[in-house]
């Protein structure tokens, strides 16, 4: 007997693979939904990041991430991973353009976006710009485990920047 799906149910059906650890049956029930409805979006999320987090396919997972965000820009799960993505690819620009478009959709943790702000600069050794970054999380944090790692992201800049002060020679006469 066959038993047909909404798209909902299959997709609720592949969340709850992935919850399991079956991701290879999750890989096949988001593929089939992407090619019955190329515009379910949380699909293309999915995919994202199992591309990412377990594939290592890093194009792939950039092009569900932007799909989802053009599909619907307002779904706020899509814009950490996505961003965490382009700011390990050390795609600053990108990276800009997501943080701007996620800060302005309700139900974005600001604090999280913020925070992969600054350690993009980090990585770039921006140290003033990203102190501002984790400075802005730190004012939009909400959570107590999330307030202790910008503390220490902020401390860590502090360090990075005394350091690079120790360092600096000048010419005098």
């Known amino acids: 007997m066959n038993t047909y799906y909404t798209i909902e149910e299959k997709y609720l059906q592949a969340t ?100 992969l702000l600054g350690l993009l600069a980090e990585k770039n050794k921006k140290w003033d710009e990203a102190l501002k970054a984790y400075n802005n999380a730190f004012e939009t944090v909400t959570t107590k485990s999330t307030l202790e790692k910008v503390k220490e992201a902020i401390s860590r800049i502090q360090q990075k920047m005394v350091h690079r002060q120790a360092y600096q020679y000048t010419l005098t006469e």
């Open 16 to 115: 709850d693979k992935l919850d399991y650890g079956k991701t290879p049956k999750a890989l096949q029930l988001l593929n089939e939904i992407i090619s019955n409805e190329p515009l379910f979006a949380k699909a293309h999320y999915q995919l994202g990041k199992i591309y990412y987090y377990e594939l290592e396919d890093y194009q792939t997972a950039g092009y569900h991430f932007k799909t989802c965000m053009e599909l619907e820009p307002a779904f706020p799960g899509n814009y950490f991973h996505y961003l965490n993505l382009a700011v390990f690819l050390n795609m600053e620009k990108r990276a800009a353009e997501i943080a701007n478009k996620a800060l302005k959709v309700p139900g974005v943790a600001a604090a999280d976006i913020y925070s």
